[in-house]
């Protein structure tokens, strides 16, 4: 942060390739910057820090082994990582690990294709009373009542994630619906307005495509499991457990969720990125979800910690190899040079401030304030540019703002829940109130 401006920032400006001397040493990396090829020359050296392939469908399916993991962050991570390392040369490793998370042991309520997902809380009546959860095809795979990590479950004495079924269905009758109904939780209360319903479980069966004999098995098992107080066959706690009433009988979908994947390049303890035969890529280097470290167990704050640590070493690394001089590196244009900032044309009236903040979730947050004629009072504030979270970010920026111009000052409450976001909107508005002076 003490050297920002220093620091040169691209937004949407992925990078499509690595560039290689006759060596096999990495000198740079072709940019995608607006829609052009740029050809940026390394001097010392390329750190990949581009994560997982949390949003890449295909990479999913074949090291995770299912046709979809909902992805509860960032949509713009595809695996690029994977794709610029392997162009390299590099090995590839812990492609099957990933950070589960969410509701049970890493599901979330079902979202379409290219949605995130949303991080919501396993409430007590989710595994408490006539509730019950199926895989695919309509038999229980696991205690619903289990503790879990990042998705792993304590299974055998290991952390490990259980079977991943494409989709799972919670099953519960009309007595645990009114439950249901009284949580506030706006995720569980959507996904409740979507439920399937059936007036009997052999109609719920057809609904969602089970063997009605099968699914109608597994109702009348966990009923008398639960008579008997006994889970034989998960070890569910038994006081859990209560038997489903017959009659109207109720399904939420729920599909496998991805915090982050860890597949992707081989990287040693300097943060070199490796070969298949151990030696090092000269001049790459990597962090982070982009080929994490961690194998198949859950320590908290490890991909924060990762990203960390392995950002420090990885940095200090690089500054010390040598100089790298390039033969003819033509100049880049200088419009292809120029920072977001300039680049994007504001367009500024008269009392009118630009503000700016990198405080928040998203990207840059910039605002235009227009002041009232003698520069005293804030008449109306502009969101010009944000990424913070639709979920929770975006909602509040429009009433913190309302307060900011009631009371012509950025000294308001933040809004709970929502901190990064209202740190960016205040200082943002107070960059634009600071150009005033
Ligand atoms: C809801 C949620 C909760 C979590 N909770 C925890 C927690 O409690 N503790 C913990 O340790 N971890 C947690 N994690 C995981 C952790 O946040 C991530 O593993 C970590 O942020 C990864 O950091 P990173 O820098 O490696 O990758 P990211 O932060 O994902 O950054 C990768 C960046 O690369 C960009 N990119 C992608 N392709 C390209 C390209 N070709 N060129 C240039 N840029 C590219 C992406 O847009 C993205 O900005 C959580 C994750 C989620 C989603």
């Keep these: 942060m003490k050297r920002l401006d220093h620091i040169t920032i691209w937004y949407e400006s992925p ?70 390392s392997i162009e390299a040369g590099a090995d590839q490793w812990h492609t099957s690990v990933y950070n589960g998370g969410g509701l049970y042991h890493g599901l ?52 490990r994630h259980p079977y991943l079924t494409t989709q799972s269905w919670i099953i519960f009758d009309q007595k645990q619906k009114a439950k249901l109904e009284q949580i506030q939780d706006s995720a ?6 979507k439920a399937i319903a059936a007036s009997s479980a052999s109609e719920l069966a057809a609904k969602l495509n089970f063997d009605s004999t099968i699914f109608t098995n597994t109702v009348k098992d966990f009923n008398e499991l639960a008579k008997l107080g006994k889970d034989y066959s998960f070890s569910r706690n038994g006081q859990t457990m209560t038997p489903l009433a017959d009659g109207q009988i109720y399904a939420i979908k729920l599909q496998p969720a991805a915090l982050n994947t860890q597949g992707g390049p081989r990287r040693n303890e300097k ?22 470290i961690t194998t198949n167990q859950y320590q908290a704050g490890q991909d924060v ?12 690394n690089v500054a010390q190899e040598p100089v790298e001089k390039a033969d003819s590196v033509a100049p880049l244009d200088p419009k292809i040079l120029a920072s977001d900032e300039q680049t994007e044309n504001y367009q500024l009236g008269a009392n009118q401030f630009l503000g700016k903040s990198d ?10 304030v227009t002041m009232d004629k003698n520069n005293q009072n804030i008449q109306d504030i502009n969101v010009i ?53």
């Design 271 to 292: 943060a070199e990125v490796l070969k298949p035969d151990g030696s090092a890529i000269k001049g790459l280097y990597s962090a982070g979800e982009a080929g994490s």
């Design 385 to 437: 540019k944000q990424s913070e979270t639709k979920e929770i970010g975006q909602k509040i920026i429009k009433p913190l703002l309302h307060n900011i111009i009631e009371s012509n000052s950025t000294n308001v409450d933040a809004v709970s829940g929502a901190s990064l976001t209202s740190k960016a909107v205040k200082s943002a508005v107070d960059d634009a109130l600071a150009k005033i002076k």
């Design 15 to 84: 990078a499509i390739h690595l560039m290689q001397d006759s060596t096999g040493k990495v000198i740079g990396a072709v940019i995608n910057r607006h829609g052009q090829e740029v050809y940026v020359h390394a001097k010392k050296g390329v750190v990949l820090t581009a994560g997982g392939f949390e949003n890449d469908p295909e990479r999913i399916q074949d090291y995770l082994g299912v046709p979809k993991m909902v992805p509860m962050g960032t949509l713009y991570n595809k695996g690029d990582s994977i794709n610029l």
């Design 188 to 193: 569980l209360q959507s996904a409740l307005n």
């Design 305 to 316: 910690a990762e990203l960390l640590i392995f950002g420090k070493i990885a940095g200090e």
């Design 108 to 159: 979330t309520y079902a979202v379409a294709n290219g949605q995130r997902g949303i991080l919501s809380y396993t409430w007590p009546e989710l595994y408490t009373g006539s509730i019950f959860v199926v895989g695919n095809d309509g038999t229980r795979y696991f205690a619903e009542d289990q503790h879990s990590k990042a998705g792993y479950l304590f299974i055998h004495g290991f952390g």
């Design 359 to 368: 405080q928040g979730m998203g990207n840059e947050f910039v605002v235009k």
